[in-house]
């Protein structure tokens, strides 16, 4: 199995443990905080689908080497990041339901996947420095370690939701 093969499955992957998440939290519990301050429940949930949202414009960015991307971390630092990534979070929330978050990640993983078919082998060697704005993608990025993210973002976020599903059900 190639690298592509191998990442396509992952992403398919993800979808599918995205869907058994959301399927296992009742929807009145959306309302409820989680143990990020910034966020409720509904709203991390909804916060897990710009991994796969941001795939394609990402990956423009890793092969496009252009000159304006590499001012992104200069104009936004950190601080202005995680303050647009958490507001721009709530709002895209603010109507939040089951049949939302399954429309909007079906959305994401379909870009996700067109990102990866549309790429060239060849450019699986390029990479961009990401700024230091979330330790889990800063630094060299490849296209590879791009795509990657989408489960390691998924991962990091939905162990938090399956102790509070857990802890629902009991």
């Known amino acids: 199995m190639n690298i592509r093969e191998q990442l396509y499955q992952e992403i398919v992957e993800t979808k599918n443990e995205y869907n058994a998440l959301l399927e296992s939290i009742p929807e009145k519990a959306y309302v409820l905080p989680s143990s990020n301050p910034a966020w409720t429940i509904g709203e991390i949930l909804y916060h897990m689908i710009i991994a796969p949202r941001f795939m394609i414009k990402d990956i423009k960015m890793i092969l496009g080497q252009n000159w304006l991307f590499r001012l992104i971390p200069v104009i936004i630092p950190k601080k202005l990041f995680d303050w647009l990534n958490k507001h721009l ?54 296209p590879e370690r791009l795509f990657h993210y989408i489960k390691l973002h998924f991962d990091t976020h939905s162990q938090e939701l399956i102790s509070i599903a857990k802890n629902l059900s009991d």
């Open 89 to 142: 979070t709530r709002y895209g929330a603010r109507n939040v339901s089951r049949e939302f978050l399954l429309i909007e990640y079906k959305k994401a993983h379909e870009a996700a996947l067109k990102a990866l078919s549309n790429i060239d082998d060849k450019d699986f060697e390029k990479s961009f420095d990401y700024p230091d704005w979330d330790p889990l993608l800063s630094g060299k990025v490849t």
